[in-house]
């Protein structure tokens, strides 16, 4: 019996080991986007591409904000579907203007088939609900737009450990870091795409993408 026992305990640690390497190997692959017809997984800061199991089950960390009408908001607004996600200021007057034109154009262009906007402001401390609302009427944001701010602790930790954006770092001038990326979100709360929102052709892209994520989390798809 006791044999038997240690023999059963031995093939379970095996076969543990054995799964363990499988996840760490499929963690390290280096997989082409032309080896597969669904969108990637980007579950770590060095912006990695990833098809895994292990990529396809991490997730955003769970937040508490507020938009700009003060009303609170956290990640179960993730859940509606897919969610385009950008971090700005309202004093920024180079960068941030072009990408938030982009993604306007990109929202009018999809009409009801837009997903969700999110605009996530660098400087908390600065953007309140009134600047903020402000903001949205001075680039004609649509009324389902959010644009979310929050206390600084709670959007520098959002940012850094779900956007992968260290905005704790002031530019030469002593503003908030300008940042161009916008990130495509799905209901389970895992980004599936990275893009420069600077660049037509990358908003393009993102235009692309969430009509696969559309497709992907349709009727038809199944479970992931």
Known sequence: ?????RLALVAS????????????????????????DTLPFYPASDLRPRWDLVSSALQVGRFRLSDQRARPVDQQLLDRGPTVVNLFFAGCVTVCPVSMDLLRLLHDRL???????????????????MAL??????FGLPHDWLLLTGTPESVT??????????ITQRGPDGLP?????AF?????HRIRGI???????????LRSDIGALRREDGPAAGPR
């Open 1 to 5: 019996m006791h044999r038997a026992l």
């Open 13 to 36: 640690g095996l076969s543990l080991g054995l799964a363990a390497c499988m996840l760490w190997a499929g963690w390290q692959r280096h997989d082409s986007v032309l080896a597969h």
């Open 111 to 129: 009409g009801p088939e837009a997903p969700q906007f999110v605009s996530i402001t660098v400087s908390p401390l600065t953007d309140d609900a």
């Open 133 to 138: 609302s402000a903001y949205a009427r001075q």
């Open 157 to 166: 930790d959002w940012a850094r450990r779900s956007l992968y954006s260290d």
């Open 177 to 181: 870091p300008h940042t161009e990326r």
């Open 184 to 188: 495509l979100i799905d209901r389970r």
């Open 195 to 205: 893009y420069d929102a600077r660049s037509p052709h990358e908003v393009m892209r």
